[in-house]
């Protein structure tokens, strides 16, 4: 018949007060029959949240077996919690290739548009390259000879006389109007 313990400290005095074999020789220690020991309750108690196990139907009262871990109850999982996990799942999919097909649209939009800027880059420094040649002074000059007639002059500009009488009537017609 098997002891019915009311706690771990009943099992801890009993296995305290069994003899040791620690008198005598090796020899007498394994002539001696092993004391059999209660066999050791679980270590690793969880509290299942609900009250003690009730006794057994032919225990004593007031006197209660050792508590037992809980059997693991296994979830099944519904079909439809699978169903919503698929769904979320494909949802997310369909986000991220949406996400990468709109990211590489965009790439290829910049891309057009640093082609254009390079295109107008390239056109603008054409222009400013025939803006400088054609404002040169020796293509100038040579339109003017040659177009115009125009030649710079071989003497220095000689010194002009005013008459001072011409210009006191100048300032006097001024005046009247």
Not at 27 to 36: G, T, Y
């Amino acid at each position: 018949m098997a002891k019915i313990y009311r706690n771990s400290a009943e099992i801890l005095a009993e296995r305290a007060l069994q003899p040791e074999e620690s008198s005598g020789t090796m020899a007498a220690a394994r002539r001696r029959a092993p004391v059999p020991l209660p066999p050791e309750p679980t270590r690793r108690m969880i509290y299942s949240g609900t009250m003690p196990m009730p006794p057994e139907p032919g225990a004593p009262s007031g006197v209660s077996l050792p508590p037992k871990n809980r059997k693991i109850a296994r979830r099944r999982v519904s079909p439809f919690n699978i169903i919503v996990a698929l769904m979320v799942t494909a949802a997310a999919i369909v986000l991220y290739i949406s996400n990468i097909i709109a990211v590489n649209q965009l790439v290829n939009d910049i891309h057009k548009q640093e082609v254009r800027l390079q295109d107008l880059l390239n056109e603008q420094e054409v222009l400013r390259a025939k803006t400088s040649q054609m404002s040169s002074l020796e293509r100038i000059r040579k339109r003017a000879e040659e177009e115009l007639g125009l030649r710079n002059p071989t003497q220095a500009p000689g010194e002009l006389q005013v008459d001072p009488e011409k210009v006191r009537e100048v300032q006097e017609a001024m005046q009247k109007r």
